[in-house]
């Protein structure tokens, strides 16, 4: 069963930054393309960044172009999210998942960031 843990948020003053980890288990890591998403009370959740299964190719949207960097240790299961110069609209929540928890509606707890100007 596909798991995923996410953690590494919290409360930071505009233009800070935050590294967020996910750690994946139950599936094979390499495989697969990781998303980190987000989502703010009200709104539907938003794709933010994407990485390969070979972590070769990554995209970013965007709203966080130039600011956020994904990345991954298929050694270590484990995807990156490094945010820098965070902004107030940044705050939310932040989840990881492959594309098959993404199409079944499976979430972790995610993690929270906040952001305060």
């Known amino acids: 069963q596909a798991q995923f843990v996410e953690s590494g948020g919290g409360l930071v003053q505009s233009g800070g930054s935050l590294r967020l980890s996910c750690a994946a288990s139950g599936i094979t890591f390499y495989n697969y393309i990781i998303h980190w998403y987000r989502q703010v009370p009200g709104k539907e959740r938003e794709l933010v960044a994407s990485?390969?299964?070979?972590?070769?190719?990554?995209y970013v949207a965007d709203p966080v172009k130039g600011r956020f960097i994904i990345s991954r240790d298929n050694v270590k299961n484990t995807v990156y999210l490094q945010m820098n110069d965070l902004q107030p609209e940044d705050t939310a929540v932040y989840y990881c998942?492959?594309?098959?928890?993404?199409?079944?509606?499976?979430w972790g707890q995610g993690t929270q960031v906040t952001v305060s100007s």
């Open positions: 998942n492959y594309p098959p928890g993404a199409n079944l509606d499976a």
């Open positions: 990485i390969s299964a070979a972590g070769d190719e990554s």
